[in-house]
């Protein structure tokens, strides 16, 4: 499901860093009046949009703390006018069903798949960035091509093979899967930023007859911090969040949350309890690591990709 | 921690992956103290292994998978892409791909644009940037529970609804009283004349007209009705409309009881001849008062509409409106990303440009339709072909938000080939070939991704 345009946006002159606010040129008081105007009526429309983008998290959170009862009466939004209603007996619920085995799951999913990205990708990125070898070019292209592809073409191929070799359902198949398909762009994305370190750096190195490996393990990694953090941040998230993959490859007993959460959907009413508090929960991380690292996540983006 | 979404600070050529050391186009041509081709063989394997089996293979695999039938025994050549383009539920699925992928990527693209242009002009854009893009962030399943829950059929649950029926309310004032009908007989002094209900004596001022109403039911009556009061007669034509039945019993027809409710919000005529010359809603004890009407006897009239349920909204998880309704969760995940990029790229507009033409005298619309468009259209194809990517895999969201019932008429490629290959379809053969029909899909886009690339780092 990585979706990725091989090029940042680009054609973005340098120099432009001065500040916004100062977009609507100097005019006479009318001129002021008007200006003032607009920017009130603008301020109360961004407000009204902000709520719209708001609103529907913040009802799945009332939801999940109110009983199914209450919920199935009346909009979670009465919550204004009773907010004595509120309880946590969903997420007892949900903590006494299937919800903390999946819970571990994802997380026993997410981090291996991550760092094995980022380790597999840096080595292959430096070998890119900074190794000769026949076909370098076209070999880069082709890992440009692989950007895109539907992660559906290789659904059955794989649940044959996983088949052949017994880890259909398991994690590490999960995992193994996760990580194929988060390479294309992890490799995009540090090659692009190694290229960018100095020459001169690696040459001194080199000269001063350090082996490959040292070079890219006390320099070149060290070096590309910024640019593991957002890869880092972005497959953590994308493998934290991925459905599809885990619907195929994950069997009951090694579901991720969003398998467990899906598997409830069909009672949509009567679940209502475990499936308002589960996504509630399940989106509570991702939200954590998106504020805090907030910076890389929208660098990462920006190079080039989205999930 | 806010400096990135305060984005326009920092033009997009820094924000990108070769952050402050420069940009990707700087090739290492000149290298002496090179590593032999077998070291880097070694650094590459690991990933060339699993690209080759996890990507490359099962592509080879597809093609040739495509070509049998459910079993994998049997050669069917190109007959399961047949089945893609004659199939009638494969025809809704490709036609919901399309609506999918004209529609969306244009909504998103233009929201993000306007978001881009607006959060220039408020002091509180970082906020605003982070609640809109908060949603990348959360898994679609989640997104999907949320918009469930939004697309509630009743106004009492799914907040859609409930603004809907809010608004329409406010404009439409009429509460809804569905099977509700006069109270018949020779003794009641009014009767059904169509749906409507009116009066059988003409009525005049000073004299309250009396409007007696039965079978109307429980759920529909509304929780600030009050006990039914006439109104003094005073010189204006006034009158009750009532719930003419005691609760347990008692009571006489056609007359006011004491425990009797009025029945509010019900829009009253007063017609003369085939003219309705005045209009009166009632209140809470059911009375009703029709100000400033001339003199005279008229017919009071409760118009059907009065007798027609009330406006409950649409049903955006029914098979007509699934679709849309998805799209709508999806430019609320999307909206964010494509804000972002924007507004990066409106950032790096040199201000000069748009300091001349104002200088020049050109209005504020014909400075972004001539200036800011074209400069930031680079930056409006990549958010575009990103989403019509996105448009062409969309699989949770629909998978989610799609009642069981609905699927069917929701159901998109990505979807469909799952559900055929695992979602108890049991048919790998046309699995594979829904999945080489995305495939090629998102071909052009590869190519195209390929020849940028080349471009700018030659």
Redesign the interface.
């Known amino acids: ?1 990585t ?21 609507a ?1 100097r005019r006479g008081i009318a001129g002021k009046i008007v200006d003032r105007l607009g ?1 009130g009526a ?2 109360v ?2 407000v009204i ?2 709520l ?6 913040l ?2 959170m009332v ?1 999940s703390l109110r009983t199914n009862q209450v ?7 009465t919550i204004f006018t009773k907010p004595a209603e509120l309880t946590i007996t969903s997420y007892k619920n949900l903590l006494s069903g299937g919800f903390s085995a999946s819970f571990w799951n994802t997380v026993l999913i997410t981090v291996p798949t991550t760092v094995l990205v980022i380790g ?2 840096a ?2 990125a ?9 076909g ?1 070019d076209t ?1 880069f ?1 082709v ?8 992660i ?10 996983y088949g052949n070799v017994g880890i259909f359902g398991s994690i590490p198949g999960v995992v ?2 996760h ?3 988060g ?2 762009f992890a ?1 995009f ?5 190694f ?5 001169s750096l ?2 001194a190195a ?2 001063d007859g350090a082996s ?1 490996w040292k070079i ?1 393990a006390s320099v070149v990694f060290p070096l590309g911090k ?2 593991i953090a ?1 890869l880092g941040i972005f497959q953590f ?1 994308w493998v ?5 993959i885990a ?2 490859f994950a069997d009951t007993g090694n579901q991720p ?2 398998k467990y ?2 598997s409830q ?2 009672q ?1 009413g009567s679940n209502m309890d475990i ?2 508090s589960g ?2 929960l ?2 509570i991380i ?2 954590i ?4 690292f ?2 890389y ?3 990462g ?4 990709s ?2 | ?5 305060d ?13 402050a ?4 186009d ?3 041509k ?6 032999s ?1 077998a ?3 070694a ?2 394997l ?3 292994l ?2 080759g ?7 080879v ?2 093609i040739i ?1 495509s070509l049998f039938d459910a079993k994998g025994s049997g050669f069917v050549g190109l007959g399961n892409y047949a089945t893609i383009f004659t199939d009638g539920g494969m025809l809704t699925t490709i036609r919901n791909n399309l609506i999918w992928v004209v529609v969306a990527p244009i909504i998103v693209t233009t929201i993000g644009l306007i ?1 881009a242009v ?6 509180w ?1 970082t ?2 940037k ?13 997104a999907g ?6 697309y509630e059929q009743s106004p ?4 859609a609804n ?1 603004i809907l029926t809010t608004v329409h309310d406010t404009f439409s004032s009429s509460q809804g009283y569905p099977e509700a009908r006069p109270r018949e007989g020779d003794q009641s002094p009014v009767a059904d004349q169509g749906g409507a209900v009116v009066t059988k004596q003409p009525a005049q001022a000073g004299q309250p007209v009396l409007i007696p109403i039965v079978g109307v039911k429980p759920a529909v009556m509304p929780a600030n009705a009050a006990p039914a009061k006439a109104p003094q007669p005073g010189n204006a034509l006034s009158g009750v409309v009532w719930f003419d039945f005691t609760a347990g019993g008692g009571g006489t027809s056609g007359q006011v009881d004491g425990t009797e409710k009025g029945l509010p919000g019900m829009t009253v005529e007063a017609v003369r001849g085939d003219e309705v010359a005045g209009t009166a809603t009632t209140a809470e004890d059911g009375s009703f008062r029709f100000e400033g009407l001339p003199a005279g006897s008229y017919t009071v009239r409760l118009p059907k509409a009065n007798f027609e349920a009330a406006y409950g909204g649409l049903s955006w998880l029914g098979p007509t409106l699934i679709t849309p309704a998805i799209i709508g969760a999806f430019v ?1 995940v999307w ?3 494509a804000m ?2 924007l507004a ?2 409106l ?5 000069d440009a ?2 001349a033409a ?2 020049d005298g050109a209005t504020e619309w014909q400075v972004f339709r001539r200036i800011t468009v074209p ?1 930031l259209s ?2 409006l194809l ?1 958010v575009f ?2 989403m019509i ?2 448009t ?2 969309v ?2 969201l629909v ?2 938000i799609a ?2 019932s609905v699927q069917p008429q929701a159901n998109v490629v ?1 979807l469909e ?2 559900r055929v ?2 979602g108890g379809g049991n048919n ?1 053969g046309l ?2 070939a ?3 029909f ?2 090629v899909l ?1 071909l052009p ?3 195209m ?2 020849r ?3 471009r ?1 780092n030659t």
Request: proline share 9%; no cysteine; glycine share 6%.
């Open positions: 499901m979706t990725a345009t091989a090029s940042a946006p680009s054609g973005a002159p340098s120099d432009a860093t001065s500040g916004l606010g100062a977009g040129p920017s603008v301020q429309v961004m949009l902000g719209f983008w708001l609103v529907p998290t009802g799945l939801v919920n199935s009466a009346e909009g979670w939004w597999i990708a080595m292959a430096y070998a890119f960035a900074w190794m000769e070898f026949p370098r070999a292209l890992v440009v091509g692989l950007l895109i592809v539907p559906q073409i290789a659904l059955i191929p794989i649940a044959v093979l193994l899967f990580v194929a398909f390479l294309p490799i994305l540090l090659r692009n930023f290229v960018g370190i100095p020459a690696l040459e080199r000269m490959e890219f910024p640019a957002s998230l934290w969040n991925d459905m599809l619907l195929v949350m969003t959460l899906q959907m069909r949509f499936l308002s996504a509630f399940s989106l991702p939200l690591l998106f504020f805090a907030q910076r996540f929208v660098q983006m920006m190079s080039g989205v999930k | 921690m806010t400096e990135r979404l984005g326009p600070k920092v033009p997009p050529a820094t924000t990108a992956g070769g952050a050391t420069g940009p990707a700087t090739p290492p000149k290298r002496r103290l090179g590593p081709p070291v880097a063989i650094f590459l690991p990933a060339a699993l690209l089996i996890w990507v490359v293979y099962p592509i695999y597809s998978r978001f607006l959060t220039e002009r408020i002091k854009a906020a605003f982070l609640i809109v893009f908060m949603p990348m962030a959360v898994s679609l399943m989640a529970v949320i918009f469930r829950l939004v009492d649950k799914g907040l409930a609320w909206a964010g990303f972002v990029l990066a790229g950032a790096a507009i040199p201000r748009l300091e104002r200088m400069l680079p930056v990549v072909v990103t990517i996105n062409l895999k699989f949770d998978f989610i009642p069981a990505a080939m799952w290959s695992f790998q699995g594979s829904l999945a080489i995305l495939l998102v886009f590869m190519i991704n390929i940028r690339f080349r700018e």
